[in-house]
C-alpha cells in the first residue's frame, strides 16, 4: 500500500504562562496509507492535537515539530501558509466533534457546504448548488433541497453531523480526519452517521483518521488503532487483535468496558504508570 | 422544529408568515407601552418640580385673579387623570406647547434644532462605526500588534481626555491656525439665507437646491464637530468589536471554515464579523442614540444650535414646555433605534427570527 502520510517524531508544544514549553504531542510516529486509522486516547491525550497538526490548525503560539511529516510527498512543515491552505478541505478534510459550535450560526448549511468546493473549484454558483445537493444526497438527507436553506440551529445533531460530512466530502479529500464525529450525537444517530461515514470513506477509497475515546467503536470500524497516552503512542495494534493487546493501559481501557451480565464489585479503575510517558 | 420537516410542502412559508405577524403585534404593543411609559414620566417630571407654569408665564407680579384664570387656561386645576390624559391627546397631535423662551410652539423649535443634531450625530457615527469597526476587526486579528495597541490608546484618550477640551483644541488648530475647516456654527453668514431650509439637514438643503458651494461650506463647518463626535464613538465600538472578534474568532465554526482551506480574509470578515455583526448593532445603534440625545459640550463649543443646547438652554431658563419636549424627542430617538435594532437583529441572525 502506498503510504499517504508520513509521521515521525510529531511533537506540539504549547507556552505556558511562564513562557516554558509544555508538550501535548511528545513524539508521535505512523505511516497511514489509503485505510481507516483510529486514535484512541483519554482527554489530553493528544489524539485531537495530532490531528490539528496534520491540517496546520494548531495554534499559532504553539510549537510544532516533527522528524518528517509529508503528505502525499508534500513536506508539510515545509510548505508556505498558502499551500498548506490548499491542501485543507482540498485533499484533507475534517469532521468537528458537535455540529452545534462547528457550523457557522448566522449561514445557512447549503451555502456552508457551497462555499467549501467553491475555495478550491473554480465552480459557478449553480453547478455549486447542484453538487452540494447532491452531496446531500449522497449523506443520506431526504430531501436536500429544503436541507440546503436551513440555518445550523434548525438541523438535528444527527443531520448537522451529516451535513459536516458533506461539507468535508465536497471537494473529494484523499484523507479525512474525523475527530470525535459521533460524541456529541445520541447513541442510535451514532451508527447511523458512522456507516454513512464508513460508507463515503470505503467508496471513494479514502484514508481515514478516527479520532475517538470510544475504544469499541473505533475497534470496530478501523483496520488499525493508535492508543496514546500523554501524548505519546503506547500502543499500535491491528483493531482485530486488540483483545491481544499487550500494554497494560490498552488492556486498563479494555477492562474498563462494561458487559452485559457482569458482576463487578469494586469497579475497574485505569492504573496509570509514570513510566509510560516516558 | 420537527413539525418543520413533517409538514406539508408550502407549509412552511405560512407558519414563518404567521409567526413573523405574531411576532410584530407583541412588539408594536411593547412600543405602545413603553411610549405611554415614556410620557407618564415626561408628565410627572413637569407636575412635581417646584416650578410653578403659571409663575413662568405671568411673572411674579401678577394679580391672584390673572393667576387664576391663567392656571385654568392650562387646566391646572382638573384632576390629574384628566390632565395626562389632555397632555396625552395633545402630544399625539405634535402639541408640545409653547416655549416660554422662544414663544414659539415647541414643536416648531425642535423642527429647527433636532435636524442640526441628527445631522452631526449621523455623521458622526458614520466617521466612528465607518473606522471603528475595521480598526477593531484588525486590533483583535492581529492581537498584541501595533493596531491592538493603537486602538488601547485611541480608547483610553476617548475615555479620559474630555470632549471640550479636545474640541476647543481641534478648533485652534484646524480652525483658527490652518484655516482647514470652518469655525463654529453650521454655515457661514453669507450662506445663511441662499438656501431654504426643506430638511434643516444643511447637506440635504444645499444639495437639494445645487448650491454647491453653499454645501462645500457647510460641509466644513460639521465635518470638524462631526470628527471629534466620531472619535469618541470610534474609541467605543472598536474595543467593542475587538471583544466581540476575539470572543468569535475563538469559536469551533471558525476552526471549520480553517479546515475548509477559507482564506483568512474570508474567515474574518464574511463568518467571524458577521456573527461579531449581532452585537454590534446594539452598540452602533446605543452610541447614535446617546449622540442624537445632542451633546451639549460639543454643541457649546461649535455654537451648534442642536437639541443638547436647546434643552439645556430651556433648562436653564425653567421652559418646561421646551425641556418635556425635548425628553419626549430623545425618548421617542431610544424607543425608534431599539426598533431598528431589533430589525436589524432579525436579518442578520437567523436564530432570533420568528420562533
Request: proline fraction near 4%; include cysteine.
Amino acid at each position: 500500500m502506498s503510504i499517504l502520510l508520513d509521521v515521525q517524531n510529531l511533537k506540539v508544544a504549547f507556552p505556558n504562562r511562564d513562557g516554558d514549553y509544555v508538550e501535548a504531542v511528545r513524539g508521535v510516529s505512523f505511516a497511514l496509507g489509503r485505510e481507516r486509522l483510529g486514535i484512541v486516547g483519554e482527554s489530553g491525550s493528544g489524539k485531537s492535537q495530532t490531528g490539528r497538526a496534520i491540517l496546520g490548525l494548531t495554534a499559532p503560539q504553539a510549537r510544532v515539530s516533527a522528524d518528517r511529516l509529508t503528505f502525499d510527498g508534500i513536506d508539510l512543515l515545509k510548505a508556505s501558509p498558502a499551500e498548506r491552505r490548499a491542501l485543507r478541505g482540498a485533499r484533507i478534510g475534517m469532521v468537528l466533534q458537535d455540529p452545534k459550535y462547528s457550523l457557522n450560526p448566522v449561514m445557512n448549511v447549503g451555502n456552508q457546504i457551497v462555499e467549501a468546493l467553491q475555495a478550491h473549484r473554480k465552480v459557478g454558483d449553480r453547478e455549486a448548488r447542484e453538487q452540494a445537493l447532491a452531496m446531500l444526497a449522497a449523506v443520506q438527507i431526504d430531501r436536500p433541497a429544503r436541507v440546503f436553506d436551513l440555518y445550523p440551529h434548525e438541523v438535528s445533531g444527527g443531520m448537522g453531523q451529516r451535513v459536516m460530512i458533506a461539507m468535508m466530502l465536497i471537494a473529494e479529500p484523499d484523507l479525512l480526519i474525523a475527530d470525535e464525529p459521533t460524541s456529541a450525537l445520541d447513541v442510535t444517530v451514532q451508527l447511523q452517521v458512522l456507516s454513512i461515514l464508513d460508507r463515503l470513506v470505503a467508496e471513494r477509497g479514502m484514508g481515514l483518521i478516527f479520532i475517538s475515546h470510544d475504544l469499541r467503536l473505533v475497534s470496530s470500524f478501523c483496520d488499525r488503532v493508535l492508543v496514546m497516552y500523554a501524548g505519546r503512542v503506547v500502543e499500535e495494534i491491528a483493531a482485530a487483535d486488540l483483545g491481544a493487546a499487550q500494554h497494560a493501559y490498552t488492556r486498563g481501557l479494555l477492562s474498563c468496558l462494561p458487559r452485559l451480565g457482569e458482576h463487578r464489585h469494586p469497579l475497574p479503575v485505569l492504573s496509570r504508570d509514570p513510566e509510560w510517558a516516558r | 422544529m420537527t413539525a418543520l420537516f413533517t409538514d406539508r410542502p408550502g407549509g412552511r412559508t405560512s407558519v414563518r408568515l404567521r409567526r413573523f405577524a405574531g411576532a410584530l403585534g407583541r412588539f408594536l404593543g411593547a412600543v405602545v407601552l413603553t411610549y405611554l411609559g415614556l410620557l407618564a414620566v415626561t408628565f410627572f417630571i413637569g407636575r412635581v418640580i417646584p416650578i410653578d407654569p403659571v409663575l413662568a408665564i405671568v411673572g411674579d407680579r401678577a394679580p391672584e385673579h390673572v393667576i387664576q384664570r391663567v392656571r385654568e387656561e392650562l387646566g391646572l386645576n382638573l384632576p390629574l387623570w384628566k390632565q395626562f390624559v389632555i397632555y396625552l391627546g395633545k402630544v399625539l397631535q405634535g402639541d408640545f406647547g409653547t416655549s416660554v423662551l422662544s414663544s414659539n410652539p415647541v414643536m416648531q423649535d425642535i423642527r429647527r434644532v433636532f435636524p442640526a443634531t441628527l445631522e452631526l450625530a449621523t455623521l458622526g457615527t458614520v466617521i466612528g462605526a465607518g473606522i471603528g469597526i475595521p480598526l477593531g476587526v484588525w486590533a483583535a486579528v492581529r492581537r498584541g500588534g501595533i493596531a491592538d495597541q493603537l486602538v488601547r490608546v485611541m480608547a483610553l484618550i476617548g475615555y479620559s481626555v474630555p470632549i471640550f477640551w479636545l474640541g476647543l483644541m481641534a478648533l485652534v488648530v484646524f480652525y483658527a491656525r490652518l484655516g482647514w475647516v470652518g469655525g463654529p456654527g453650521r454655515i457661514d453668514v453669507v450662506y445663511e439665507y441662499t438656501v431654504t431650509p426643506w430638511s434643516g439637514i444643511m447637506l440635504l438643503d444645499t444639495a437639494i437646491a445645487g448650491e454647491w458651494e453653499a454645501f462645500a461650506n457647510a460641509l466644513s463647518h460639521l465635518i470638524l464637530p462631526a470628527s471629534l463626535l466620531g472619535y469618541f464613538s470610534m474609541a467605543y465600538i472598536s474595543r467593542m468589536t475587538r471583544s466581540f472578534m476575539l470572543n468569535e474568532l475563538a469559536q469551533e465554526y471558525i476552526v471549520t471554515a480553517r479546515a475548509k482551506g477559507l482564506s483568512e480574509s474570508r474567515i474574518i470578515w464574511r463568518h467571524a464579523l458577521r456573527n461579531a455583526a449581532v452585537p454590534l448593532v446594539t452598540v452602533v445603534a446605543l452610541s447614535y442614540a446617546g449622540l442624537l440625545e445632542g451633546s451639549v459640550l460639543t454643541e457649546t463649543v461649535f455654537a451648534w444650535p442642536g437639541l443638547g443646547l436647546y434643552i439645556t438652554n430651556s433648562l436653564q431658563n425653567a421652559d418646561m414646555n421646551a425641556v418635556l419636549g425635548g425628553t419626549i424627542v430623545v425618548g421617542s430617538v431610544f424607543i425608534g433605534l431599539n426598533l431598528l435594532s431589533d430589525l436589524l437583529y432579525r436579518t442578520l441572525d437567523p436564530r432570533t427570527r420568528a420562533r
